[in-house]
């Protein structure tokens, strides 16, 4: 129980163009969800905390204008890197927290390897 | 304030005990957790503590704590190759807005030799 599916795997995209990753928690309500980056052989840096159905909580330094959260509902949170660029090269990793789960308190998407070309 | 290290690299034999270490600044934190992650994957949560308990054993895992120092470590016991990965400590703490949020270490990279 509590899966999350995250789409797409990866993606290639030229630099300009906006990128919507989906975040889909498939046997549970997610209310809230994490959005993280990871640059190659670094840690998860937590972009930003999503509640269904009020604004995103981004961290220090996280540009909101150029990464937006939308979480409608209590299944789908959606990240959208606007105006991509070759910097924004990187994996990003939704989270879901849960209340009763084997994962106890967290799980964790299979993560979006973003290229912008 | 909110920091997670880890040292970045470990080697050992296959059939040796692996020790990965992890220190932590935030005395409030409730929960420590270890995943792994294998290259391009997402996270898969190993273990978790309570900040109550001094050790957890699960299977070939031993996680064991040290709230005074703020040590916590992972020993996987009879290392296989089906191991080498990145292991990630984490904290969970709670942000402004009253929700648990996990603080990652930089991520340890193990590599077992056959």
């Known amino acids: 129980g509590a899966v999350v599916s995250q789409h797409p795997s990866w993606v290639i995209c030229k630099s300009g163009t906006s990128v919507k990753i989906e975040c889909r928690s498939l046997?549970?309500?997610?209310?809230?969800m994490f959005w993280y980056r990871q640059f190659p052989k670094q840690s998860l840096m937590l972009m930003a905390t999503?509640?269904?159905?009020?604004?995103?909580?981004?961290e220090q330094g996280v540009e909101k204008d150029k990464f937006l959260i939308n979480h409608a509902s209590l299944t789908l949170s959606t990240l959208t890197v606007t105006s991509a660029h070759p910097e924004d090269s990187s994996f990003y990793i939704c989270?879901?927290?849960?209340?009763?789960?084997?994962?106890?308190?967290?799980?964790f998407g299979s993560g979006t390897r973003l290229t912008v070309v | 304030g909110e920091d997670v290290e880890q040292s970045l690299f470990l080697s050992v034999r296959e059939g040796d005990s692996s020790v990965i270490n992890c220190t932590y600044t935030d005395s409030s934190s409730t929960y420590l957790y270890w995943y792994k992650q294998e290259p391009g994957a997402g996270l898969q949560l190993l273990t978790y503590i309570f900040s109550n308990m001094d050790m957890k054993q699960d299977q070939r895992l031993t996680v064991l704590l040290n709230k005074k120092d703020k040590h916590l470590s992972l020993r996987i016991a009879d290392t296989q190759t089906g191991d080498s990965a990145i292991y990630f400590c984490a904290e969970r703490i709670w942000g402004s807005s009253n929700t648990g949020k996990l603080i990652f270490g930089q991520g340890t990279t193990l590599q077992v030799k056959p």
């Open positions: 999503s509640n269904e159905g009020s604004k995103a909580t981004y």
């Open positions: 046997d549970f309500q997610a209310t809230t």
């Open positions: 989270s879901a927290s849960v209340t009763v789960s084997s994962n106890y308190g967290y799980t």
